[in-house]
């Protein structure tokens, strides 16, 4: 049987593409397109979500957390210059990371401890984390979609809802 954890962030690399594959559905200029919100384009909100799941992946692969968020940090220019095609691609080769690193029940459950620079010490365990990844991307897909409405388009549903009711490619 599948751990909760893993088939949560199999619907987040799910949510992932079906709201990527809206964008690619657009005018392109709509990606990059500077608008007045929360966050100045949706290439920055898909960047901030891409550069936390990596964040995550650094400190569950053994990286202390001021490492990894500097390394997301020096990601993070890079991935906002990336067309949505590019940003499909950098998504799907994290998730196989993620996946091959999450294979293993000991994984899963391991007891990490993340020294938060804003937070201090917490022991958590590898699956929460994951949710944590899951409920932050689905918080900032939503930014997307509203910010899509802002600038006249329509979204695309992709709740965990529709997700456990779609066939399944695997």
Do not use: C
Not at 52 to 64: A, K, R
Not at 111 to 126: F, H, K, M, Q, R
Not at 153 to 165: A, R
């Amino acid at each position: 049987m599948t751990h909760p954890a893993l088939k949560m962030y199999d619907y987040h690399v799910w949510a992932n593409g079906v709201i990527i594959d809206r964008l690619k559905e657009l005018p392109q200029d709509i990606y990059h397109k500077e608008i007045q919100t929360g966050f100045s384009s949706i290439s920055k909100v898909l960047t901030h979500i891409y550069t936390t799941d990596y964040t995550w992946f650094n400190i569950i692969s053994g990286e202390n957390m001021k490492e990894a968020l500097a390394y997301a940090e020096q990601l993070k220019e890079q991935a906002e210059t990336k067309s949505i095609e590019e940003m499909k691609k950098t998504f799907l080769e994290l998730s196989e990371r993620y996946k091959e690193l999450l294979n293993s029940q000991e994984n899963i459950e391991k007891v990490i401890v993340v020294d938060n620079p804003y937070a201090g010490l917490l022991e958590t365990s590898v699956s929460e984390t994951v949710l944590h990844v899951v409920t932050h991307g689905s918080y900032h897909r939503g930014n997307i979609a509203t910010m899509l409405r802002q600038m006249g388009h329509s979204s695309v549903m992709q709740d965990y809802g529709l997700y456990l009711f779609m066939p399944q490619t695997s």
